[in-house]
């Protein structure tokens, strides 16, 4: 069983940057494809960005794309997401995710991902 853990979130202000990691505190992630979701009070969780498991194929949701960089680093065993120039409404609690290659990325739907983190709460505010 693969348990994830997410670290990095924060307050930031409007333009400004964060960092978020993920790995798990036990197993490895490199036979995993990984994500981000991101969920706000009253709306479903919705993914952020994926990237494969081979790190060769990344998907973003539309309003993140130019902006978040999802990235993976197998020899740490830990993912990340780079996340610059945000905005207000890219407060939310961020979770980490890993699938199996066949239900993964470039897939951005929960359903997908077996194994998730407790997430990480982000707030953008000036």
């Known amino acids: 069983q693969l348990q994830l853990v997410e670290s990095g979130g924060g307050l930031a202000l409007p333009g400004g940057v964060l960092r978020l990691s993920c790995a798990p505190s036990?197993?490895?992630?490199?036979?995993?494809?990984l994500a981000w979701f991101r969920q706000t009070p009253g709306k479903e969780r919705e993914g952020v960005s994926c990237i494969s498991q081979l790190g060769r194929e990344t998907n973003y949701k539309d309003s993140v794309k130019g902006r978040f960089t999802i990235s993976r680093d197998n020899t740490r065993n830990t993912f990340y997401l780079q996340m610059n120039s945000l905005k207000p409404e890219d407060t939310g609690v961020y979770y980490c995710?890993?699938?199996?290659?066949?239900?993964?990325?470039?897939?951005?739907?929960?359903?997908?991902?077996?194994?998730w983190g407790r997430g990480t709460q982000v707030t953008v505010s000036s």
């Open positions: 036990g197993g490895t992630l490199d036979y995993y494809a």
């Open positions: 995710a890993a699938a199996h290659p066949a239900t993964g990325c470039p897939n951005l739907y929960s359903l997908g991902y077996e194994y």
